[in-house]
């Protein structure tokens, strides 16, 4: 399980450390790609397997389900550590991700989040948390 919001910085060849309490949890080979709101999305090889196997049984013939699977396919990039705990972040996944210097990774369970730090400053505003957990108490969690 991923958890915990922490600060790095990417360099100018596009390499991002990941933070040690990722790296067991993450193991040798993981994938990187577009994620939701702006961000990029690390899965772990299980987990990108288990979403994977869930696109496959996407129906062809819905444009959007042929949509959502070119947004999360076609940008991924299967990543390994180097010996300083880093990946490189391919320059089009920093370019949607808009990701210059400052990033924050945040632990989502199943995955990692990966912000450019302004964007998850702006997208991630807790001033609106009672809706938020109003609705989120239509879909059942009751805290």
């Not at 991700?97 to 450019?116: F, N």
């Not at 400053?121 to 009751?142: C, F, P, R, T, V």
């Amino acid at each position: 399980m991923f958890m915990g919001e922490y600060n790095h910085t990417i360099d100018a060849k596009g390499r991002l450390i990941i933070p040690s309490k990722f790296r067991e949890a993450l193991g040798n080979e993981f994938v990187l790609t577009k994620g939701l709101d702006g961000c990029l999305f690390v899965f772990p090889m299980k987990e990108w397997e288990a979403f994977e196997e869930k696109l496959r049984n996407l129906p062809l013939i819905d444009k959007n389900a042929r949509k959502f699977s070119r947004f999360f396919l076609a940008g991924a990039s299967t990543c390994e550590l180097d010996k300083q705990g880093r990946i490189l972040v391919p320059g089009t996944l920093r370019e949607f991700a808009q990701m210059d210097k400052e990033v924050v990774l945040t632990g989502m369970l199943d995955r990692i989040e990966v912000w450019s730090k302004e964007q998850w400053l702006e997208n991630n505003a807790y001033d609106d948390m009672d809706d938020i957990a109003q609705s989120m108490q239509e879909l059942g969690l009751n805290i």
